[in-house]
């Protein structure tokens, strides 16, 4: 017993990872799983005794879909309730039965079966059918044919030794049902043995049948819509043989597409195929009944409403083209690409586009990226102008925007748009403080306009929370002591107007064994200039320089400390602590 409780015993990552979602308190959908319950039970209410039929799970579902909405759902990923959409209560409950009715069987023999051995065997039978039922309720397992023939097998097996099983008394029956009935032949019985062995004959023609046209006659259209007839039909391979891969199914004939939809109405892929067709072949008409088939079978998916809002906007039906666009940007991702190449066909309006856009900032921010790919600075600037005042304008969409602004050499409007989407959390920066971050406060969010820290071997730099002038931190560059280095490996650059401009900034140092010490450098506008340098041993000390600038610039502010070329000697060791920078326009 005790090997029994460790062998079925869980692995210590599943405890660990059931735990976390117990104590989490969160819902979780099972990977997606539950959306698409919910509306696999919204089918079958639909037709609940009778279902769709079998094998219509997915071209059905799709016109109760409300979930993944950019993808094709093609099993429930519940067996069970696939069962029941297909073939409702009527068709699923003979198969529900006789599995039940094994089940127990096969519980029963390995409890009670006279051989020892056999009660092992309807053991084995009783954990493989526990497994593949338990696995069923989450996935789509009797949809893979080795299941299914593996759980035939196992259920012949278990119901053969339930039929074995002897009855306590004077009966020689087997106890069981199924095997009473069967068994001993019952009379009433005889009439159906003819007719479920010719099924059984058939079944046996129809596997063959399959296998000689996928193996033999795979492209011969001709033999494929012969064995239809008999309900033997391959539409995917009939239309991949009319056409090529960098074609697609749109570019088969269009009497083999109508074919194909008369063999399957329900499926809005069939229909989307065949309404591209009729557009590539000037059919307008009737491709925009096509189109209404689509839609009609599949109202929520994203790709088909996407079709229908292209046939609108070439037929300049341009406010339901954006209503429906605008809807499927909401949705999902999937197609933003398309969207957006059909507002640039189009040549609709920013304003009227950005008026269109569904609530939330994915879909504006998506097409911000788009615009900056495409390198359209004005119509990127009014999305920016759009987006900031509701909101919509994330961290990392600030940043991508402001160095798009940065590499179409227009920097001073970078550095006033990321003072913008600063101003709610630093109210001096570009007010009365050009030096973003001055004083080392936050860590570097890699924006164009914040603190540049570049690698070097002869020094180490990093903030530090120790030693400061103002505030929490200050940054700490250690010369190591191995190199005569020109150090100006932290900078920061500041877009600003005509003016004049002072720089102040405080340092202390430890140790610096440079005769020529370190400073402060702020250059720009074809000039430079320096604050006075530190060497040795100092506490905290301001340092201090003014320039002055005739036009918009862009100066470069950077801790300093030059090397001396012909002294190849001079090396550099010691510490030095930087804080509380500040560039100000003088009146």
């Known amino acids: 017993a005790l090997l029994g409780v460790l062998l079925l015993m869980p692995d210590r990552r599943v405890l660990v990872d059931v735990g976390d979602v117990i104590a989490s308190g969160t819902e979780t959908d099972l990977e997606g799983r539950i959306p698409i319950w919910r509306d696999a039970l919204r089918l079958w209410t639909a037709s609940p005794l009778l279902g769709s039929g079998a094998g219509t799970f997915p071209t059905v579902f799709t016109r109760f879909q409300t979930t993944s909405l950019d993808t094709f759902v093609v099993h429930a990923h519940n067996d069970y309730l696939e069962f029941l959409t297909d073939l409702g209560l009527i068709g699923a409950a003979p198969f529900l039965i006789i599995l039940a009715t094994a089940y127990h069987g096969t519980w029963k023999a390995a409890l009670r079966h006279p051989s020892r051995n056999m009660r092992h065997l309807a053991a084995g039978c009783a954990g493989s059918m526990t497994a593949i039922l338990i696995h069923s309720a989450t996935d789509f397992n009797m949809f893979h044919r080795g299941n299914a023939m593996y759980l035939t097998w196992i259920t012949a097996i278990a119901m053969a030794l339930a039929a074995s099983l002897p009855i306590p008394g004077p009966s020689s029956e087997p106890d069981n049902w199924f095997a009473r009935q ?10 159906v043995r003819l007719p479920v062995l010719a099924g059984s004959l058939l079944l046996l023609l129809y596997a063959p049948a399959w296998i000689w046209l996928e193996a033999f006659h795979p492209h011969d259209t001709q033999m494929e819509k012969t064995l239809c007839q008999f309900g033997i039909c391959d539409t995917d391979a009939m239309l991949t043989s009319l056409t090529t891969p960098e074609k697609g199914y749109s570019a088969a004939p269009i009497p083999d597409l109508e074919e194909s939809v008369r063999r399957d109405p329900a499926s809005h892929v069939r229909w989307h195929y065949l309404c591209m067709a009729l557009e590539l072949a000037g059919r307008s008409r009737e491709s925009a009944t096509c189109i209404a088939n689509v839609v009609k ?70 097409y911000l990226r788009s615009l900056m790919q495409e390198q359209n600075v004005p119509a990127a600037q009014a999305v920016w102008a759009w987006l900031f005042p509701r909101r919509y304008a994330n961290e990392p969409l600030a940043i991508e925007y402001t160095r798009f602004l940065v590499r179409q050499e227009q920097p001073h409007a970078a550095a006033e748009a990321w003072a913008g989407f600063l101003s709610s959390q630093d109210t001096v920066y570009r007010r009365t403080n050009f030096v973003y971050n001055g ?142 920078l500040s560039l100000t326009r003088l009146p």
């Open 182 to 191: 069967w068994r001993w032949q019952r009379p009433h019985w005889r009439h």
């Open 439 to 580: 004083g080392f406060e936050t860590p570097s969010r890699n924006s164009p306009f914040d603190w540049q820290f570049s690698d070097i071997a002869a020094a180490t730099i990093e903030y530090d929370k120790t030693v400061v002038q103002e505030g929490t931190h200050s940054i700490r560059i250690h010369f190591n002591g191995y190199q005569n280095v020109n150090f100006q490996h932290v900078q920061q650059i500041i877009p600003v107007p005509p003016g004049v401009y002072r720089l102040d900034g405080y340092m202390r140092t430890d140790g610096i064994t440079s005769v020529e010490g370190v400073g402060f450098a702020i250059s720009g506008s074809s000039q430079e200039v320096s604050t006075p340098t530190l060497s040795g041993t100092n506490g905290w000390t301001k340092l201090q320089t003014q320039i002055t600038v005739a036009h918009d610039t862009v100066l470069n502010i950077k801790v300093v400390r030059r090397a001396v070329q012909w002294k190849f000697d001079a090396k550099i060791a010691g510490t030095v602590w930087v804080d509380n």
């Open 297 to 366: 079978r599949a109202p929520e998916l994203a790709g088909e409403n996407t079709l229908l809002a292209r046939y609108y906007a070439d037929r300049q039906q341009h406010d339901k083209a954006l209503e429906i666009l605008s809807r499927v940007l909401g949705r999902t991702s999937l197609y933003d690409n398309i969207i957006f190449a059909t507002y640039k066909e189009h040549q609709y309006p920013i304003d009227r586009i950005l008026a269109s856009m569904p609530p939330g900032e994915r879909a504006p921010g998506a």
